[in-house]
């Protein structure tokens, strides 16, 4: 697969580069930012794939974009079971008897994964220029 792509060094780097801040992110708001640049990562390769039919054919490229389209699924999963967390957590810190003692232990409102006002650029489909 490198030999396919070596001339897209820049696109490979940038998608490993946006794991890898993904992976390192702490908060939600770092952590939705790092997806946001590893989708937009993803979809480029994809484009790259669609650009040249042998490397789309070659099956070592399939099976990492196979795999990456199950990194997607799952940051999807992730997040969503991240978010009904964080629903349960704030609903149970307003319910009796928590909410008396939750503001004085430090429990407070948590914030929601969100893709915010980025979701409809992170979804759309990358432009790639050859030339």
Known sequence: MKG?????KSTLEAVIAARNTAMAARDPQAQAQA????SGA??????????????KAN?????????LGDVEDKLAAARRFFNNAVQEYNTAIQQFPAVLFAGMLGFGHRDFLDLGDNRAEVEKAPKVSFG
């Not at 396919?4 to 897209?8: D, G, I, P, S, V």
């Not at 099956?59 to 795999?67: G, H, I, K, P, V």
């Open 59 to 67: 099956t070592n490229f399939l099976e990492l974009q196979r795999e």
């Open 35 to 38: 997806e946001n640049m590893l």
């Open 42 to 55: 993803l979809r480029q390769l994809f484009a790259l794939a669609e650009a040249y039919p042998e490397l």
């Open 4 to 8: 396919y792509a070596a001339h897209e």
